[in-house]
């Protein structure tokens, strides 16, 4: 037992202070006069139940007793007294005016100039944006293709504020996406290849790799409409309304010859063809009514060019194509010779050219590959126009057709024939013209000229026997094979020819 308590006292702590005996007594209350007993009886405390606490309604005595307050002692409870009305300094109170003169006009934005002053309507019509969110969401697969996830918000590309134009701007206004509905911070450009497919258009002067290749399902779908419901009144309208140039040019064929081979270069190989028909119909008219000297032709010839791009599009600028001309002639002369031609020609409408029927019997003959018949048909027709001035004699209907004809001679798709023998359209070009085996010999002819080594002008071979394809040269070693056919149709039709004069 005493070995017990030596261990107890042990655990005692030893100090010099003397321990109390008894409790102290309480604290006086003049020293206790700061401290608030009613913010300490109202307190609740934890570990307690709401329904443990008193009540305003219950008696004195139901309240529990507190050991953490001082003073308060279970015999000795505290009366509640009644809460007196909180007295205000009245210099220490902001009182409203009864009546309100506000400065309606006061501007948030100190800026002197006008159009750098942001304008934030709240009164915004909500029943417009829900009406346009829902016809957005149920409409998604008509507008979207099922391919786009998002909406984009488009770029503001002209807009009177600056970058820096606005001062002291909030803070919800500097966030990227309100400045660039503002304009005053350029937006990236970010390119999705799904978003591309949804904006894919039609183009039918597309590239030449492009046309070689089959058309997509949107450009069946686009032809099987056209040749359905338009075929008709369209090309009843262009044969109807389709011209010869005025008159046969007057200029020799080899000069006549060289600047259109200038053309065809200036214009390139994913040029549309239909722009250089058209510049060579001008030309062959101002040729053929007006006199040219021979260092303003070509100027003359990119007056015509110029006119036929404004016609097609898109257009070159003028210091781009002097640039093209090595500076021949200066911009001013070049809008100045397309003020004369259009005055000697009275401003003409529009010609009908060749390449407007050609796509077309292209694609009737075979609508799943019309690239590569297009490409050899547009070939045979440049070389033509380029080569020999006699085909201005001739209607443009006509000489697509005997152009789309020797593509599929000397393709050797002559299964082919006889479907084209069977379209409308290239039935009424056949009926405009006297002989279309003669117009067939002399696009062939044209086509083994450029082949021939002494023969300088070799655009069109250039632009059309890229690999790998070879169309040019496809067409030219065919042709070669038929030189002595053709030479046997042209002398009976030049024999028939002069006969005839002869007789008259």
């Known amino acids: ?150 909406a984009i918000t488009p770029v503001v590309k002209s807009s009177t504020l600056e970058a820096g134009g606005v001062r002291n701007i909030k803070r919800s206004l500097k966030r990227p996406h309100s400045r660039e509905l503002q304009g005053l911070s350029p937006m990236e450009k970010q390119e999705r290849k799904a978003e591309e497919r949804v904006k894919r258009r039609l183009h039918f002067n597309e590239r030449l790799q492009e046309r070689l290749q089959s058309p997509d399902y949107l450009k069946k779908c686009y032809m099987k409409c056209m040749t359905r419901d338009y075929t008709t009144d369209m090309f009843n309208y262009l044969i109807c309304a389709e011209t010869k140039p005025l008159e046969v040019p007057r200029t020799s064929s080899i ?85 004369v031609v259009l005055q000697k020609l009275k401003f003409p409408t529009q010609p009908v050219v060749p390449q407007e029927f050609i796509t077309y019997l292209s694609w009737w003959c075979d609508n799943n590959h019309p690239g590569e018949i297009e490409v050899a048909a547009t070939f045979l027709c440049m070389s033509g126009l380029m080569v020999d001035k006699a085909l201005c004699e001739e209607y443009p209907s006509a000489i697509a057709a005997a152009s789309v004809r020797n593509a599929l001679l000397l393709l050797r798709k002559r299964d082919l024939m006889m479907r084209l023998a069977m379209c409308p359209v290239y039935k009424s070009a056949e009926k405009k013209t006297t002989n279309m085996s003669y117009v067939c010999s002399i696009l062939r002819r044209a086509v083994r000229t450029i082949a021939a080594p002494i023969y300088e002008y070799k655009a069109p071979f250039d632009h059309y026997g890229i690999p790998p394809n070879y169309i040019a040269q496809r067409i030219i070693n065919a042709a070669n094979d038929l030189a002595v056919i053709d030479t046997r149709v042209i002398s009976n039709d030049q024999s028939t020819l002069l006969t005839s004069l002869y007789n008259n």
């Open 1 to 150: 037992m005493e070995a017990n308590k030596e261990n107890e006292n042990r655990f005692i702590p030893q100090t010099r202070i003397p321990l109390p005996m008894e409790p102290l007594p309480a604290l006086p209350r003049h020293l206790l006069k700061e401290i608030n007993f009613k913010a300490f009886e109202n307190s609740r405390q934890p570990l307690k139940t709401i329904n443990s606490q008193s009540m305003p309604g219950q008696s004195n005595q139901s309240k529990s007793f507190n050991p953490m307050v001082p003073g308060h002692s279970r015999g000795k409870i505290a009366p509640n007294k009644p809460k007196s009305p909180t007295n205000f300094d009245s210099k220490h109170v902001t009182t409203r005016q009864g009546n309100d003169d506000l400065d309606w006009n006061y501007n948030i934005f100190k800026d002197e100039r006008n159009n750098s002053v942001i304008s934030v309507s709240d009164e915004e019509n909500d029943n417009e944006n829900l009406k346009e969110l829902r016809y957005f969401v149920e409409n998604r697969t008509k507008n979207c293709f099922e391919d786009a996830r998002m």
């Open 255 to 339: 000069t006549r010859a060289c600047v259109i081979n200038w053309l065809i270069k200036v214009n390139g190989s994913d040029g549309n063809p239909a722009i250089i028909h058209t510049a060579c119909w001008y030309l062959d008219s101002i040729l053929g009514t007006s006199q040219v000297q021979l260092d303003k032709l070509q100027l003359v010839a990119a007056a015509c060019y110029w006119i036929a791009q404004k016609l097609h599009g898109p257009v070159l600028t003028a210091t781009r194509l002097v640039k093209c001309a090595n500076h021949a002639f200066s911009a001013s002369r070049l809008m100045a010779a397309e003020k």
